[in-house]
Each structure stands twice: as C-alpha cells, then as structure tokens.
C-alpha cells in the first residue's frame, strides 16, 4: 500500500475510487479487484469501528493499492482526490451499516449515508463536469445499496423487483432510500452517469462479527449464548460476498446508466436455520472436546427479545441483473457458508485484533 504519482490516466491506465473500501464488503471488492486487473485503486474510508487496514495484510507492498483515511462527507477532500487521481470510476461502498446500531444511534447514520453520499456527489458533479467529452461518456458512479429500502415482504409475496415501491423501516434502510433517491436524482437533473445496485444480506470474509453470520461463528467459539430475535423466523436471501462483487463489477461494466440492478443469492432461510446449519458445520470442524458442558453448539441457541420494527423478509428477484448482464451468484449457499466458516477458523487472530474494547461495550449495551 503506498502513494501512486497522480496522472495516471496520462500513463494509458485508468484508476477507480473506492469509498467505504476498508469494511466487509469494500475490502472483499478491492482485494478480489486487485487479483483481477492491475488498474489501481484509491480507497477512501474513515476507519470507523467498521473499518480494518488489517484486512489488506495481503497487499502490503501492492502499489496499485492506495489508502486515503478520510470521510466521504469531505468535500474538499474528495474534490481534491477526483483531481489528483482521475479516476474513471466511483464505487460508494461508504456507510453506517448495522440496523441495530442504526435503532440505538441514527445520527451517524444520516450524516454518513445521506448527507455523506449528498457530498460525494457534489464532488463528482464538479470534477466529471470539467473532464473531456470521452471520458466524460464513460465515467460511472456506482452506489451499492440494499433490498432493505423496499420494506418487509409477506411470506407468499412475490421477490422484490426493481421497481417496487420504498418502504424502509429502520433508521438504516430509510437513510440508505435517501441516498439512493439523491443518486437517482443526480442523474435525472444533472445527467450523470450513476448506477445503483441493491443488494440483499451478504456474509463471508471479513465481516464484523456485529452481524448474525460471524457473531454466532464468534460465540459459538467462545461456547456464549447465540441469540437469536423473537421467534427465529424471519427471512433473508443470503449472498456470498465475493458473488456481491462480481455482480458489481459486472455492473459497472455493462450496466446502463440511470438503471438500478437488484442482486440476490437465490437462497431464502430463516434465521433459525442459518443458525443451525453454523452450529452442524462447527461441530464436524472444530467438535466440542468431551470435558465440556455441551455436546453441540446449537444446545447455545437462546432466543431473546425481538429486535423493534424488525422486517419479516426479504427476498430478491435478481431476474433483471441476469438477463440484462448475464451475472448469477457462482456459490450456491453450501459452498460459501463452507468457506466462510473455514475463514473465521482460520483467521481467529483477525477477529482478536477487531473485537476491541468498543466491540465489548457495544455487544454488552445490545444483549443486556
Ligand atoms: P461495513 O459497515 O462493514 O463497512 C462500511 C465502511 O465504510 C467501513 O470501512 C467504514 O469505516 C466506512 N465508512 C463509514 N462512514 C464513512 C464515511 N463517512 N466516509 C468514509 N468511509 C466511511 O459495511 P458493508 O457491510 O461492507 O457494506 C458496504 C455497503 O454495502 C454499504 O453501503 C451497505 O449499505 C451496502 N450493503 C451491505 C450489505 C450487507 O449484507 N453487509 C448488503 C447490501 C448492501
Ligand atoms: P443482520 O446480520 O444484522 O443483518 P440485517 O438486519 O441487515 O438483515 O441480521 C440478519 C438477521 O439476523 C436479522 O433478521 C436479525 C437477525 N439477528 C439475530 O437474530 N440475532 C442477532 O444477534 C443478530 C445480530 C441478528
């Protein structure tokens, strides 16, 4: 990781702009990225608790990888960095991202997710309105969202489409609706070449073990209750995060602009069975040894209070994404909850360095 001279468009290879490439699924996009081409990338994340450089170990001496600490609510920052680098592309990955947190503390939430995005488009308005006819055609700011904006769907309802109607429910969805709106707006008003994609629950490397995947992986460990809300039965279409990429990066580059790209898992589970299914892939992986008070993990399952307003299901139809671009997931939900599991195994020092002081504060505040 180290500084790129700037002008590189000058030198015949094109850079992208990552913003929010530090957490679960910037970090997973700009590694997989790198692995795939050598146009380089500049990543601009604010390192909040969700943020981790030592998720780039990796690309440490990589000089097509260059890191800027610094918020996407900064405009001179990020008009400053649009200039200097020219890059062809914007990737807004840059968010508040934990509903529970959203529920506790929406502040952070509106000021990164609307007022954050609001300002990062201000910037590219002003550099992409100055750059030369050519690669003014080919620009693209590309805003990754989520199925959360359109609401909670009843059990039999048919998957969400692109052109559902928005009915957030949490503090987190409405703020992402927003963004989404002002992206859309800028490309209605302004003609900018935006394109947004929604996309439903990812899991997989480096996710902050806050989110249902690695905190019941990370309790089950540590033999902790796996709490799970209510009743266990609400439903989420689950997505291999490497899968989230290339549908990104297929987006970006045969979408069409102003159009907006749902991208699914084709996998619908209640929590419940993800949670079991966590605790029949640990016990074959890593047995509880004889002496312990249990036999398996899910004799860890407790059920505690639901979570308020908590959406009942989600569920993509990813049919537009497919036959507009072609993409469909590679992992079915075996193979990528397989992998997953054998990352946290593999990398427990990650998780120790990431659950700090603020992680226990947070975790004791939420299961009280
Ligand atoms: P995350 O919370 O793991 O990472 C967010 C990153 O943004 C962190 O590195 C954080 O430091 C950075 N950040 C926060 N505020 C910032 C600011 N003001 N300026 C610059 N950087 C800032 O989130 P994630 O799970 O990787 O999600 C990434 C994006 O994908 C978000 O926009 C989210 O809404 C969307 N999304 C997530 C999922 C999912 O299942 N995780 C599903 C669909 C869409
Ligand atoms: P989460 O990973 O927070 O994603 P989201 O709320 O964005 O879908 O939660 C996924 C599901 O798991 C959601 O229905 C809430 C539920 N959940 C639990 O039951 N227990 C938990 O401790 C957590 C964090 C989530």
Redesign the pocket.
């Known amino acids: 990781m180290c500084s790129i001279p700037c002008g590189n468009r000058g030198a015949g290879l094109m850079t992208i702009l990552v913003t929010g490439g530090a957490g679960f699924i910037g970090s997973n996009f700009v590694i997989d990225w790198l692995a795939g081409s050598e146009e380089p990338v500049i990543n601009l994340d604010l390192l909040t608790y969700a943020g981790n450089l030592i998720n780039f170990a990796a690309l440490k001496n990589d000089d097509r990888h260059t890191f800027v600490n610094g918020d996407i609510g900064d405009s001179s920052l990020t008009f400053q960095l649009l200039q200097q680098h020219n890059p062809r592309a914007v990737i807004n990955f840059a968010a508040e991202s ?3 947190r959203s529920i506790h503390g929406p502040e952070d939430f509106m000021q990164t997710n609307i007022i954050g995005t609001f300002r990062l488009l201000e910037s590219v308005r002003g550099y992409w309105g100055d750059l030369p006819d050519a690669e003014k055609a080919n620009f693209r700011f590309l805003h990754v969202s989520t199925d ?1 904006v359109y609401g909670s769907l009843d059990a039999d309802a048919p998957a969400f489409v692109e052109t559902n109607r928005y009915e957030p429910n949490s503090p987190y969805s409405a703020s992402k609706a927003a963004s989404d709106h002002i992206v859309r707006a800028y490309h209605h008003t302004y003609r900018l070449p935006v394109l947004t994609t929604n996309c439903s ?1 990812n899991y997989g490397p480096f996710q902050f073990p ?4 690695p ?1 019941i992986i990370h309790n089950a460990l540590a033999h902790k209750p796996l ?3 209510g009743d ?1 039965l ?1 439903i ?1 279409d689950w997505l291999y995060v490497g899968d989230h990429c290339s549908a990104i990066r297929a987006v970006l580059a045969n979408g069409t602009v102003g159009e907006v790209y749902n991208i699914g898992g084709l996998n619908e589970m209640t ?1 419940i069975e993800i949670v079991n299914r966590l605790c029949d892939i640990l016990d074959k992986l890593r047995p509880i040894s004889s002496d312990a008070s249990i036999c398996s993990y899910c004799e860890l399952i407790t059920h505690i209070k639901d ?1 308020p307003g ?1 959406d009942r299901r989600y569920a993509i139809d990813a049919t537009k994404i497919e036959s507009a671009i072609g993409w469909r997931p590679a992992e079915t939900f075996e193979t990528g909850i397989r992998k997953t599991v054998e990352w946290y195994l593999d990398n427990q020092e990650w998780v120790e360095q990431i659950v700090t002081g603020g992680y226990r504060r947070w975790i004791e505040r939420q299961y009280a």
Do not use: A, C, S, T
């Not at 806050?210 to 995947?213: G, V």
């Open positions: 934990h509903v529970d959360e629950n806050e989110k249902l995947i905190l709490p799970i809300y266990g609400q989420r929590n979570r908590h």
